[in-house]
């Protein structure tokens, strides 16, 4: 059974930076693209970076490009997420999730390649 389980979420000030993890287990992480995701209230889902399975290809959305760094480390079965620069527009819930089948590079950041997620972690930014 996937697991997934986010931390590292927070409050933090306007223009400073959190990371958050991702810790996997009950399945093949090597295997497996990965992405993180967030939803603020009221809103909907927001996807905003993914990582193949091998670790070599990242995509980002545009909201957070330059920003924001996705990567993984094999050796801990964690996904992580580096966020600098937050801004009032980044608070929100954010999760990471799994694709059980292999992707192209363009299917990346696309929502129905994903089918396995963790329960979120918060993030807040203060202005």
């Known amino acids: 059974e996937v697991q997934l389980a986010e931390s590292g979420g927070g409050l933090v000030q306007r223009g400073g930076s959190l990371q958050l993890s991702c810790a996997a287990s009950?399945?093949?992480?090597?295997?497996?693209?990965m992405s993180w995701v967030r939803q603020a209230p009221g809103k909907g889902l927001e996807w905003l970076s993914a990582?193949?399975?091998?670790?070599?290809?990242?995509r980002y959305a545009s909201s957070v490009q330059g920003r924001f760094s996705i990567s993984r480390d094999v050796a801990k079965n964690t996904l992580y997420l580096q966020m600098n620069i937050l801004t009032p527009a980044d608070p929100a819930m954010y999760y990471c999730?799994?694709?059980?089948?292999?992707?192209?590079?363009?299917?990346?950041?696309?929502?129905?390649?994903?089918?396995?997620w963790g329960q979120g972690t918060q993030v807040t930014v203060s202005s």
């Open positions: 990582i193949s399975s091998d670790g070599t290809v990242t």
């Open positions: 999730a799994a694709a059980s089948t292999p992707l192209s590079n363009s299917q990346l950041l696309s929502s129905y390649a994903y089918n396995s």
């Open positions: 009950g399945f093949p992480f090597n295997t497996y693209a």
